[in-house]
């Protein structure tokens, strides 16, 4: 067994292989090297030296490595590459990885190395795949999938599987299908395996079966395998036809990116970035929310402006425009986030929506009165100022809390109701909303309770 | 095949009949009900009934349930069952799933149940298993593993797994090992099955591949198994010996509840709430991190009254105070993301520290002369201040922007380093770290600019 640990003395050993041209290097250095270790440093390179070491490569172990690339990297190769060389590595892929693959190219280029692909069943497997949207169970899904007929019997499926294996990277279930191609349940490997030879597959189908529809988002199959614990699970089509199967260590990159996309929405940061972009991607990837940050706040000063009579009388108000800020920010990212989690995990027994406000209502009580209080007790027995002035502070407080939970409660679900990601509730947009909000608020009770 | 859909009918019919102790009508709507679906209507029900339920399952069925279990039901549930009812069950799970189950009773009750389970073997992989700390990788792997001597031939081996497969719920891989049982590599049950029946094991064993030590941190192993687009990984001892393995359905649980945690942190929600907890437990969950917020507004409320003679001169100041405030949060919250997010996706090729803080420092100059300058020309053009207040709130506004990146890329570093979750530098106690400090640089700016 073999522990092999990335390093920069050794991309640089591989760099200065490729600047020399040593193939035999190369190869010797990348000898016994993961695929996905290969991807990584191809990563590190330049397109032309990238280029250089996957036509070095045998075919299946550069259409491998070509899989893994980041996106960065795949589009900076892919317009390098010979349309012959594209069309023969993707030959030597699944079905979903070629799809993926085809669909970073310009639909006249894609063309053009679907022409040159020969194996007749894998063009018409890619050209399937090529038509479902990217974020459905269709768009992840791969064509190979092993299916053993119901009336077959043991040694029959089988050899049927060892035949079928070839094109079937992992082996996961074997789904079980009528004459006509309908899904009618799956056998495990291992039933088959302990089975005696003569067992008719029908007779230890497991029938109790989860499918899930071509046109399904990624983000509920990837519940549903979750939930159900789901090692793969099987596509059909609207006539309950078998076109294919999704494995769990795709699911695994659908939840992580998942993740990754609502935090970023969280954090307010438009585009998929990374550490290791450049200086400019990173900052023009953050400036439209900070803009909105900025505007929020220039409004704001409109908002203060207003009031400046009062302000003036009652300077000490200023004072308290951070807490008040601050804390109706808070309360509207801990609201939506809830609301965020429950709509990504719905479950039948649910809350209504009346219920949810309800509680969300009540909540927002219990937490108002609590931080209000508190507020009143300090401004009044620590800072000693006067009374009224403390209960204006802790009144006001109170009304920002209930109001930005409410905020932060009906966004997310107003977002989800028209398709945009629920997650962006809980990003600059609703924190400065809840800001303007919070300011209009505070010096309106301000100029009720203190007659200003 | 047969879709079931949960609805709260179903439910109320269950419930029916429990109260009317109809076993018969109870086992027949169960009937053929996924697992995971009958796990969740018992969470709807109270603990009798969902004891009255769990009695009448059959031995599997009634622990592959209690598996399913969400962990507040399984709190109010498990100390309602009889010790031999908890010890027949146990038995009849994966060894890792009964450690999970057996680690929520107090550790006398532990001892009873562990006292009467009979089968030896699983006994002491139990005992083993509750050794490991739950977050790693000895805390979430499976006793069960196939494994093969190197000597054996395909027949041998073919035979030995019907034997073992009895305990092993799915077949992934099959981990080649000697006469110690340390591992050298594995078979894919696809080559045993292509390959002919004298071959032996050592001469199909794929011996480049990934194991993982028991210490090894949970997140660890997920991001390896992510990135090696791994189905199993084999866990081994400090001498390489074989002791477990971990599959990619127990990795996406991690993958959600690390992703669910950061998004919690980031919300400023302390313990693990869902929609569906009483009023008080939320209200609970929120209130620590609200009162983050509010003495830090109480803390901010002493700064800007130290600078009221100021402020009085220049009343103009308090309204761009959300503006600096909420600027100095989104720049804080977007700086401590990208640093999270690249804690968790370590590589070795990644920059070093120093390259990143210059990295971070430049993209921070950038934003903050864009957005100083954008203010500076709002202020001075469109509200109509003198150009001196206008350079004022600008000048603070970049210097905001550079010390809020320089905190937000600090801190999740440090809270890394101290092995703190590094989200909660993106939730509420750095948003109002940099709160106070935009709020001191501010005043201290105008004080230096405006000659207050």
């Given at each position: 067994m073999k522990q092999f640990e990335l390093s920069k003395e050794f991309l640089e050993n591989l760099q200065l292989g490729i600047e020399q041209e040593n193939a035999a290097f190369i190869l010797t250095a990348l000898d016994g090297v993961n695929v996905a270790d290969i991807a990584a440093l191809l990563d590190e390179l330049s397109s032309l030296e990238s280029i250089y070491v996957l036509r070095l490569l045998e075919r299946q172990l550069a259409a491998d490595v070509l899989i893994e690339l980041n996106e960065t990297t795949l589009t900076k190769v892919l317009p390098g590459l010979e349309t012959s060389e594209v069309a023969s590595w993707i030959q030597a892929m699944d079905s979903d990885d070629a799809a993926d693959i085809l669909s970073l190219f310009s639909e006249k280029e894609r063309e053009e190395i679907i022409s040159e692909i020969e194996d007749r069943v894998k063009l018409e497997q890619i050209v399937e795949l090529l038509?479902?949207?990217?974020?459905?169970a269709g768009g992840i899904m791969a064509k190979e999938v092993l299916r053993a007929n119901k009336n077959w019997n043991v040694v029959q499926t089988i050899n049927e599987i060892r035949r079928q294996?070839?094109?079937?990277e992992k082996i996961y279930s074997i789904y079980v299908v009528n004459n006509k191609q309908h899904l009618l349940g799956r056998v495990s490997l291992k039933k088959i395996i302990l089975a005696?030879?003569?067992?008719?597959?029908e007779d230890i189908i497991d029938e109790n079966i989860i499918s899930v529809p071509v046109h399904m988002d990624q983000e509920e199959v990837a519940a549903l395998m979750r939930k159900y614990d789901l090692e793969s699970v099987p596509v059909v089509n609207a006539k309950n036809k078998l076109v294919g199967r999704i494995t769990v260590d795709d699911i695994l990159d659908v939840v992580q990116e998942e993740a990754d996309e609502d935090i970023q929405a969280m954090a307010g940061?438009?585009?998929?970035?990374?550490?290791?972009?450049?200086i400019f991607t990173i900052s023009k990837a953050r400036l439209p929310w900070l803009l909105i940050g900025v505007i929020g706040g220039l409004m704001g000063a409109k908002i203060i402006g207003f009031f400046e009579d009062g302000l003036s009388k009652y300077?000490?108000?200023?004072?308290f425009i951070p807490l008040v800020a601050a804390t109706g920010g808070n309360v509207g990212i801990q609201a939506s986030s809830l609301i965020v989690q429950s709509l990504a995990s719905k479950s039948a027994f649910d809350d209504t929506l009346i219920q949810r406000f309800l509680k969300g209502f009540l909540v927002a009580i219990l937490n108002g009165l609590v931080l209000g209080g508190f507020v009143f007790l300090v401004v009044v027995f620590?800072?000693?100022?006067e009374s009224l002035f403390g209960i204006t502070v802790g009144v006001a407080l109170f009304c920002v809390v209930l109001l930005s939970s409410f905020m932060g409660t009906v966004t997310p679900l107003v977002l989800h109701r028209i398709g945009v990601?629920?997650?962006?509730?809980?990003?600059?947009f609703i924190t400065t909303t809840n800001d303007l909000l919070g300011l209009a608020v505070y010096f309106g009770v301000a100029v009720l309770l203190l007659n200003l």
């Open positions: 038509r479902y949207e990217e974020d459905t294996a070839e094109n079937v005696s030879s003569d067992t008719i597959i940061v438009s585009a998929d970035i990374e550490e290791s972009d450049s300077l000490a108000l200023a004072s620590l800072y000693g100022f990601n629920p997650a962006i509730a809980s990003g600059p």
